[in-house]
């Protein structure tokens, strides 16, 4: 029901309602480490899907790893012209000295890590090179992969758009 879907991550719970909202009948298999993280089935007039998050049964693997890192679909934009931000990858082995020349070019910046969602481990504002390492040592302990890249990016002001991609 959608009272029980607010505890589940934004993509999940927005794919939940709508199939609630047409009429499908959901049901969660909850899996580890947490009882929220699982696959969704939805099913109507006898017919069946699963997803997690944004991705159905049908999706193939390397949409899978595009979508959760966030350097590799800078460069699938990039490479189809789309507008990004000026954007630095810094290595788990890279210094975050080595963001300071961005940081004095376009005064204010974006850390985050390179594959995370949901927001998470993301600082927005940096000004200082002092908050700079803040947020890239942030970044970099939220991530959880061993080799937490941390993207840092120009920040852009303006109206934000997010697209749900399935």
Not at 75 to 90: F, G, R
Not at 97 to 108: G, I, N, P, R, Y
Request: charged content about 25%.
């Amino acid at each position: 029901n959608e009272e029980d879907a607010k505890f589940y991550s934004i993509s999940t719970r927005l794919m939940m309602l709508e199939a609630l909202s047409k009429g499908y009948e959901v049901e969660f298999y909850p899996s580890s480490p947490s009882t929220h993280s699982g696959i969704v089935r939805v099913s109507k007039k006898g017919k069946e899907a699963f997803f997690k998050s944004t991705t159905i049964s049908a999706t193939p693997s390397y949409g899978v790893f595009a979508s959760s890192n966030k350097a590799l679909t800078q460069s699938l934009l990039e490479a189809k012209e789309i507008p990004t931000p000026i954007t630095m990858v810094l290595a788990a082995t890279d210094a975050p000295s080595k963001a300071h020349d961005m940081l004095e070019e376009f005064t204010q910046l974006v850390v985050k890590p390179a594959a995370m969602d949901h927001g998470d481990g993301v600082t927005i504002g940096v000004t200082t090179k002092k908050d700079l390492e803040k947020a890239i040592t942030f970044a970099r302990e939220t991530s959880n992969h061993a080799d937490a890249d941390v993207l840092v990016q120009q920040q852009v002001s303006g109206e934000e758009f997010r697209f749900l991609v399935v």
